[in-house]
């Protein structure tokens, strides 16, 4: 219980409660410190594996990527491979085994087929899972295939644009399972972005010290101090909302009130105004008054170029609204790109994880339209989404060129794995500025005891 007045940082004062960008009621999450056996233990991965990764909702991948009938892509967590694919119905889920002898019916990550034939007997399935040719029928007994043997179904909904599959028996009502509140994700319309980078890469760490790193912006000035002349890091608003949902609104296109300097326009805050159309070689204001630039000028953008962003606060327009679903995900979202974060447990370590990001840019037909800059796009990357690209994996400890931030996140992360072993180290303590990690554990430990 606290039993100090902790100042929060609100956004908006002004926002009505029903705002999206409303500051929710603090949620008294307790102040307990966890063990700190769930990021090594073996016993403890396999109880994730029971109670967790097989009985939530998890995010898949994105409608973008089932566009039309046959389109398909492979989830894979762990050791299951899950196909999500584009039939006469909609978008529907199989495990990816073939009933004869258990092959993995498809391989390859992402294509189009409307038809699966297995690669060890050809046995074919229509890819709305059921069985189409077994081959030399007449040479099985009726007994063995008279229930025709399809492929066995997974429990998958779309909700704005975002696909997940649950492999419960019985899943909760997904949207109740994401907690958030319907429009939340809808306003940003990423049923209509395209996928223009994705790329998976191995991290030293458990998949919790993956989540934790990025659910506070309390290590930004040590770990990224580059981002001090442009991200207001201590004026963030954390929210949680239930079932382990939360979200951080990080002002951006303004100084870290942790820095001096409260007025030049410095090289980063000009990117910014670059970034949302305004000469900063003209800017008159001080640093205090870019951010509010950067708000008016994506108003007048969306005025020119048609792009409904009434739908949008202010704040929306300028400042990374960082939302976390339970149990494994991130999505940095943006008016011109979301960045869909998936932190996905190794198949056999439980000090590893894999780091899936997917970056996904809104359509529009302008050359100064661009993802923010942190994302870390490469030089000349294709941000039409006219080709969906291929995804790019990398094994641990090869650079997968993720931009300068998301490096040093990836470099930090063994250390504080390794640390986090030693003798002398007996749980995290968290402060306010890590309410949402709190209130991530304490979704956890729920499922956890179920
Ligand atoms: S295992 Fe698939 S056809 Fe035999
Ligand atoms: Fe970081």
């Given at each position: 219980m606290n039993s100090k007045m902790i100042p929060f940082a609100v956004i908006n004062p002004d926002a009505p409660p029903e705002s999206l960008e409303a500051k929710q009621p603090n949620v008294d999450n307790g102040a307990e410190i966890y063990g700190k056996d769930g990021y090594f233990s073996p016993e403890l991965m396999a109880q994730e594996w029971d109670k967790v990764w097989t009985q939530s909702w998890l995010i898949a991948g994105v409608s973008a990527d089932l566009q039309k009938f046959g389109d398909y892509f492979l989830f894979r967590i762990r050791n299951e491979s899950i196909i999500l694919t584009k039939t006469q119905e909609g978008v529907e889920a199989f495990y990816n085994v073939c009933p004869h002898r258990g092959a993995r019916l498809l391989t390859k990550e992402r294509g189009n087929k409307k038809v699966f034939v297995c690669p060890f007997h050809s046995w074919s399935f229509r890819n709305s899972g059921e069985l189409r040719t077994i081959t030399d029928e007449e040479t099985f007994q009726d007994a063995v295939i008279c229930h025709r043997p399809g492929l066995t179904p997974v429990a998958c909904e779309e909700h704005a644009g975002i696909i997940f599959i649950s492999m419960a028996d019985n899943p909760p009502p997904l949207k109740e399972a994401i907690?958030?509140?319907?429009s939340y994700l809808a306003n940003y319309q990423i049923d209509q972005m395209r996928v223009v980078r994705h790329v998976r890469s191995e991290w030293g760490s458990n998949w919790k010290v993956g989540v934790e790193a990025f659910y506070?912006?309390?290590?930004l000035h040590a770990v990224?101090?580059?981002t001090r002349g442009v991200m207001g890091d201590l004026n963030v608003q954390y929210d949680c909302y239930p079932n382990g949902a939360s979200r951080m609104i990080v002002p951006l296109g303004q100084p870290s009130p942790r820095q001096a300097d409260q007025t030049t326009v410095n090289e980063g805050l000009q990117y910014m105004l670059q970034e949302a159309g305004v000469d900063p070689a003209g800017f008159e204001g001080t640093a205090a008054d870019v951010r509010v630039a950067i708000q008016q000028a994506k108003r007048a953008r969306s005025d020119r170029l048609g792009l409904g962003y009434e739908r949008f606060t202010d704040g929306q327009l300028s400042d990374s609204w960082a939302t976390g679903i339970f149990p494994n995900v991130q999505i940095g979202c943006h008016p011109e790109a979301i960045f869909l974060m998936r932190f996905l447990p190794h198949d056999t370590d439980p000090e590893r994880f894999w780091y899936d990001t997917m970056t996904l840019m809104f359509p529009v037909n302008d050359p100064n339209f661009c993802p923010p800059a942190w994302m870390g796009l490469p030089e000349g990357t294709d941000v039409t989404g006219n080709v969906r690209p291929d995804t790019e994996t990398f094994l641990f400890g090869e650079d997968p060129s993720l931009g300068l931030v998301l490096s040093q996140d990836a470099e930090l992360m063994p250390s504080v794995q390794e640390g986090m072993r030693s003798k002398a180290f007996k749980g995290q303590i968290w402060g306010e500025q890590e309410q949402r990690l709190r209130h991530f554990h304490v979704e956890l430990e729920r499922r956890l005891n179920d």
């Open positions: 907690g958030l509140p319907d506070e912006s309390y290590h990224h101090p580059e």
